[in-house]
């Protein structure tokens, strides 16, 4: 278990040096465009788009190696079972059938539903860099910052900063009392039976939990008497002003967004671009 | 009287704690149920106990935190339905709140029940309704793909709220002392 979560490292580039508003702005407009289209073009320019931007950022593999092994498990994860629960979704969703090969009568592979699973695949692929990028470029002590210049309250944002700001914490706590448990002879490990181990789990969890209640008693109490919540608005010390690139970045995304949007509409007529109709 | 939608520094403290809580429980301690890729999220109990003790915006922002840094911690990206999914099963847990006396040292027979009846419609109508749903709308999956998996979510989450979340309730009420207890010797 690592007590850090990601690797903050300060770069001088051009993505580092963008204001956190800009990323998490730009991340999220581009994630939801994304997700809208089904038309493999577009999500392949956005693909080279964001591997492009992931190079620019200068981020080292060695940071998104672990991060990259989750996706590439769960995206394969995702190929089989969608082949196994709807062989024929391909087929259904672009109304024609052009058979490769058949393995069992329910299992025939067909270019549609190659068509729709490769789609997919490439836009699970194409979110990931620009998901981390906004993580490992943009300093922790500006997420909040960045969350309430993009219109959340910023109760709500100080509750992400708070979260961010303890989960060290909370990982040390969690290793000092399963360490303290464990030489009291509890058993986590795979030889105890489910039962058994669910208890024993639950001895760990309620020291925890307690020792957490405690906590927020005492943070809640320092920040009632620093007067937080007194206004409805609030600064923050690690807001980064927007700057002519932040605005060349901006409209950048929303070149991509606004292109997308034409071709679903012109083009494809929805979100799914279909070379089989005729 | 607790007001249902009230947002105090107490209550923004408690979301932040719980949502590290979340994060931590939410990616390093599942319990394997032998079936492949449903482990019991024990992150889902602790979610639903401070939903339980600071309402039902507490509630949904623990999970909704929690779920959407680990998702995008481990995997670069939040996926959105199912982060909205948690949130919103959380704040649907967090709904009982005003009716329950925890605090006070009160958890009997009744409350438990209370509990476990919000627990279990917000399991149903997250994981079964929810999540399914947006998954369809929003990332074009197949149906009956995402009803299975929002199925067994629903199943092992509610295993995990009825469990952990009762028997943590359950505890902390023993350790809260209620108004008049102090007897005279």
Redesign the interface.
Known sequence: ?KAK??DYIEKDNFVFNLSGMTKLLCFLIL?FTV??S?DARVILVILVFSFWVLHLSEIRFSQ?KI??Y??LV?IA?NFV??FL??PQ?GVELYGSKHELFSLTARYTVTQEQLLYQLT?VL?YLS??????MF?LTTNPSEFAASLSSIGVSY??A??????????P???RD?NDIALAQQARGLDLSKKER?GT??KN??NI??P???S??D???V??NA??LRG??KHKKRTWYAFKPLVKNDVLALILCGLIVLGALCVAFFIDHG??YNPFAT | MKKLFEFKTKTIVATGIGAALFMLLFMYIKVPTGIPETDIQTAYGIGAFFAALFGPIAGFLIAFIGHAISDAVQYGSPWWSWVVASGISCCIVGLVYPRLKVDEGIFGGKDILKFNLYQILANAISWIVVAPVLDIVVYGEPANLVFTQGAVAALSNAVSMGVIGTILLFLYSKTRSGKGTLSKE
């Open positions: 278990m979560l990601f994630t997700m809208y089904y998104i991060m990259l989750y996706v769960f994860i079972l969608t629960f709807s979704y997919k836009k979110v990931i860099p620009l998901g981390m993580l109760k709500a100080f509750a992400v900063s708070l979260t961010l700001r303890y989960f914490d909370m990982i969690y489910l181990r669910l789990i639950m969890f309620v925890l939990i307690f957490s209640l906590r927020v008693e943070i809640s920040m009632d937080f919540g979100r799914y």
